[in-house]
Structures are given as structure tokens and as C-alpha cells.
């Protein structure tokens, strides 16, 4: 099996090889690298699909609804796989409808897995972390597996299980993952997160909606997917209040319900091909794109020197023509600057005239996928302290937290191999945006976050070659 297998449009890879095969240009690459051949502007128009972001954890929502629940516009990604895995193992029926991206769960038969099953999905996901909550509720026990996701920092889980402790849940960590229990049930609570942190506010919310009582988040995280989930949560019957200054009140409710829900489009997908088209010069339609969850990533596309065009359906993203100007950008919570956003602009920030900053506070290393830029050409500086220190949430200062771009840097091509998800589309980017040929590895880890990305560069006009 290949890890790009899951793309679900074959004819890609097949029309390539066959391409490949008459030019007798077969270059032997394995499934997971791919060669481009950069310079060309991309054109046409993609579609973006549920945001994965959101739907794995909507497919976890699932588990607390008494009734099946229809998730629609789920991406074919790695994250939805692992998560219906899981589901699966707890006895929830899976089946996919007969739209396309239209998944369909039944809980009616929530039962315990075995830990060696639910072993095998170690390091696959930071989901399975989101099961807490939902399997207490359902079975009174839960088993987690050792976590996954992108190796961007330290990544803990210190809110996720100080939040479960507060609901009265039991935790113990096994050396194959973490045990809980909740010997007296779970009850609602006082919580006040250190950080806004997204993964740890979806837990409170999963874990609450059934929960005794009442609970009060405090310093929650208040992104667009945490709307969506929150949106999800009220169809099955939770009662779930948003107040100013990031406080989240919910009452927890004797039951719930399945849920109908299309999920949100993936504004992260979104903006990397935007940043895509103003590097490549190009003019890129996103399907499904939409201007209110992308209003702050919008302001710096323009300061950058790109423009937009925002239609009922989508969002048109093109490079009017000009030089690029530099951005000083500091990623931030919603509705700052996502860090997710960060990377894929970093190489249209390499074309701009002048010195460019961009200050990571959410991450503690995301700039590591910066040396393969500067191997390509780029000059781009990386300050382990970042560049002023007050009030910084992040303390630790062997991190490196602040990247100075100075451009415009002609790019060249050169083998490099994809570091993470984001780091890892930005190295497409790099290489369509390089003159000459771009090999990139370990291409498997942007299939993560990027449905049909192959495809869709294809559909764009991009000249490469994949023999996947
Ligand atoms: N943090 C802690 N302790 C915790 C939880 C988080 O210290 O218990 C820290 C993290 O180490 C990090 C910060 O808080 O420094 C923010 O983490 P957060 O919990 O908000 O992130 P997450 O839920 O793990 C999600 C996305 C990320 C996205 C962040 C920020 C998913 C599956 N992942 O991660 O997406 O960058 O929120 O918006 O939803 C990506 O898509 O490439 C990606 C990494």
C-alpha cells in the first residue's frame, strides 16, 4: 500500500505514467516523490472540501448522539481514516453515503475495544486525545493511544487531562498510552484554560455537553472550526452559550441525539493555494472558499501585493501584476493570523521586495522547514528568541520563533524532503515557483491535510511528473 493510496482519483497518477511511458521519460520515483518543473504560473479553479480541521472531530461528536448522524464534505484525508477506525473498533457503524464526502455513524452499539486494536493507531493522529470525553460518557472507561500530528513543538496535553480531571475523571497513564475512568461520573466544572488552546476548548465542549451541571470555559479558543463544532453539538440537543471574551457556558443536557452537518470548508487549504497562485504569479479559483473565515489571511494576501475576488461560491485568488511588498505578520489565535497560514506564505514572501517578519507564538518550531528555502535560494534568517520578548506565551528560548525574509530571491531547484504538513506544501510551492527541477520526498505527509493535491495540481496546469 502506498501512503498516497487514499487519493481517490487515480486517473492522475495513471495519465501521468502513461505520459511518462510514451515520452519513454519514466524518471523512477517511488509513489511518494514528486518532480516539478517550475516557472509556470498556476491557473484554473479547485475545489476545497470539509475542513479537516473540523471533521474528524465531528465524527467524534457522533459518539455522544443516542441516534446516527450524517457528516457531509469530509475530505479524503488520513485524519478521517484513523478517527473511523476508531469509531469503528467502538462498535460505531461507519458507512459512507452516496454523496460524495457524505459519511454516515451509528453509535447505537458502543462497546469497549481492545487496547491492542486501539494500539495499532498510535502516532497516527492528535484525535484520538478528543475519544475522552465521549467514551466516558458512553462506557465509562476510555483508552488513548500514544498521540501524532506534525512534529511543530512540544505538543502536550497537560490542559486536555487537567480539563477531564475538573469533569471527575480518573487518568492514568499507561507506557502505551493514557487509562481514564470516571468512577463517580462525570460532573460540570470551572475551567480556565492557560492558553486558548484549540484542541484542549474541544475537549471541554465534548466533554461537558453531557456532562452534570453546569460548566464554564474560560480563555477558550473561539475559531471558525470550533463554531462549527459548537453548531454540531446544539443540532443534537447541547445547550451551549458563547459569551464575550472568550467564555463558554454550557449546560449539560440528559441525552443527545445524532446530527445532519455539512462541514465548514478548510480555510487552511484555502490560503495555501491562494499563497500558491501570488508565489507563482498565477490566478487560482478556490471553490468553496469564503470570505468571513478568512478576512484576517484576506488583509495580508492584499498587503502582500495579491487580490481576490469573492464570488457566492468561492474565492478567485491572483497576482494583479507588480512587485510583492513585505508583511510583518505575528501568527496568533483566532482571529489573528493562523500558524497555519504562515508557511505556505513564507515562499511568496521570498519574492517580495524588502524584509519580511513573521513572529511564531503558537509553535515553538515552525521554521524548520525554512533551511530547505535558503538551500533553494531564499534568504530567510531565523531567530531562536524571536525578535522582542515581552509578554510572549511562549517562553522557552531554545525554540526558534521569528523568521526575517528578505527578498525578492530568485529560487532555484533542488531535492528536498517535506518536513510536515505545512512546511511540506510549501515546498510544492517552492518548487513551482523555482526555476528548474524541484524533486520533493516524503510526500505522504502532505496527503494528511491536502485531498487530491496531485490532482489538483494537474487541474491548476502544473508541469511535474509523480509515477504514484
Ligand atoms: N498546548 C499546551 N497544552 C495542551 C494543549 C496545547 O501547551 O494541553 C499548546 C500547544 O503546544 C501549542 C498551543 O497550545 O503551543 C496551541 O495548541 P492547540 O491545542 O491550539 O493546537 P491543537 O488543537 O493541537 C489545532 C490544529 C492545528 C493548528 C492549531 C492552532 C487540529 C487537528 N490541529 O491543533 O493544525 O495549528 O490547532 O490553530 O485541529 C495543521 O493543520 O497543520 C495543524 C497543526
Redesign the pocket.
Known sequence: MTQLEHQDDNSEASGLKKDAQKAGARVGLTSDEIIINGGRPLMGRIEVRGA??LAPKAMVAALLGKTPSVLRNVPNVS?IRVVAGLLALHGVLVTRGEEPGEWRFDPSNVEIAHHADIDAHAGSS??PILFCGPLLHRLGEAFIPDLG??R?????????LDALRKFGAVVEKLPSGISLTAPNGLHGANIELP?P????TEQVLLTSVLAKGQTELRNA?I?P?ITDLICILQKMGAIITVEPNRVIFIEGVEELRGYDHRALFDR?EAASWASAALATKGDVFVGGARQEEMMTFLNVFRKVGGDFDIQDDGIRFFHPGGELKPVTIETD?HPGF???WQQPLVVALTQAEGVSTIHET???NRFGFTDALNKMGANIEVFRDGLHDENRR?KRREFEQAAVISGPTPLKGAEIEVPD??GGFSYLIAGLTAEGQTKVTNLGIISR?YENFIEKLRLLGADFVFEG
Open positions: 479537516k480541521n485524519d492528535r484525535i500530528g506534525c511543530i513543538g512540544d505538543r502536550p496535553i497537560d490542559f486536555h492558553y488552546s484549540v484542541g484542549a479558543a475559531e472550526e487552511n489565535v493562523m500558524t497555519d503558537v509553535y515553538e511562549v504538513l505545512r491535510g
